[in-house]
T-cell receptor, first 112, second 117 residues
Framework: RKEVEQDPGPFNVPEGATVAFNCTYS??????FFWYRQDCRKEPKLLMS???SGNEDGRFTAQLNRASQYISLLIRDSKLSDSATYLC?????????????FGKGTKLSVKP | DTGVSQNPRHKITKRGQNVTFRCDPI?????LYWYRQTLGQGPEFLTY????????KSRLLSDRFSAERPKGSFSTLEIQRTEQGDSAMYLC???????????????FGNGTRLTVT
C-alpha cells in the first residue's frame, strides 16, 4: 500500500456543484494531515489543516477517519476559481517527526 | 518579501555537470524541506532539516544529492553528475514546528526548475 493515495481524477463538475475527494494513508500512527491546493505551474499552497473532530472553512470541509485511515475534502458551491489540483499531505511517521508525504493530487476542473 | 525564496528560478545544464540550488526560508522557521516534483505527480519528499540538523533523507535519494543547512538558516541542495532523470521542479518549504506531536503547515517557495540536456 502506498504511503498516501489519491484518485488522480480529473473531476469535471459544473459551477455550483458539490464535490468530494478522499485520500488514504498507510501508517496508522500518522498524526498530522493537511490539504494543499496547487495551480498549474505554481507552488502548493495550504488550503486547510485537518483536525480529528473535522473542520470547516467557508465552502470547504475536511474530515479525518482514523479507523479507515482516510481524510476527505468536501467543496460546496464550486466556483470556477476552485479549478486546481488538490494535494493530500500526511505525516508518515507520526508525532512531529516532520516526514510530510504528499499524495499525487486530485485534479478538479469546474466548468461554467 | 518575507516568504520562502529560491534561486535560481530556472537552471539548464548538460548531463554530467553539477548544480547547486539555494533556499532562504521564512526567517523564524526552524524546519526546512526539499521536495522534487515532476509533471502530473505530487511533490516527492527528499529531505528535511530542523535547524542545522538533517533529520530525514528519503531512501529514494541517490548519493549524488546532498543538502546542507550549515547555520540553520538558508539551505543548499547540490546534485552531482546530473542525469536527464533529474529534470524536475525542486521545491523548498519551511515551517515553524512548535507543538509536540504535531507538524505545522509548510510554506513553499516558487521552486527551481531544472532541465538536464
Amino acid at each position: 500500500r502506498k504511503e498516501v493515495e489519491q484518485d488522480p481524477g480529473p473531476f469535471n463538475v459544473p459551477e455550483g456543484a458539490t464535490v468530494a475527494f478522499n485520500c488514504t494513508y498507510s501508517n496508522s500512527a500518522s498524526q498530522s494531515f493537511f490539504w494543499y491546493r496547487q495551480d498549474c505551474r505554481k507552488e502548493p499552497k495550504l488550503l486547510m489543516s485537518v483536525y480529528s473532530s473535522g473542520n470547516e472553512d467557508g465552502r470547504f470541509t475536511a474530515q479525518l477517519n482514523r479507523a479507515s485511515q482516510y481524510i476527505s475534502l468536501l467543496i460546496r458551491d464550486s466556483k470556477l476559481s476552485d479549478s486546481a489540483t488538490y494535494l493530500c499531505v500526511v505525516n508518515h511517521y507520526g508525532g512531529s517527526q516532520g516526514n510530510l508525504i504528499f499524495g499525487k493530487g486530485t485534479k478538479l476542473s469546474v466548468k461554467p | 518579501d518575507t516568504g520562502v525564496s529560491q534561486n535560481p528560478r530556472h537552471k539548464i545544464t548538460k548531463r554530467g555537470q553539477n548544480v547547486t540550488f539555494r533556499c532562504d526560508p521564512i526567517s523564524e522557521h526552524n524546519r526546512l524541506y526539499w521536495y522534487r516534483q515532476t509533471l502530473g505527480q505530487g511533490p516527492e519528499f527528499l529531505t528535511y532539516f530542523q535547524n542545522e540538523a538533517q533529520l530525514e533523507k528519503s531512501r529514494l535519494l541517490s548519493d549524488r544529492f546532498s543538502a546542507e543547512r550549515p547555520k540553520g538558516s538558508f539551505s543548499t541542495l547540490e546534485i552531482q553528475r546530473t542525469e536527464q532523470g533529474d529534470s524536475a521542479m525542486y521545491l523548498c518549504a519551511s515551517s515553524l514546528a512548535i507543538r509536540v506531536g504535531e507538524d505545522s503547515p509548510l510554506h513553499f517557495g516558487n521552486g527551481t526548475r531544472l532541465t538536464v540536456t
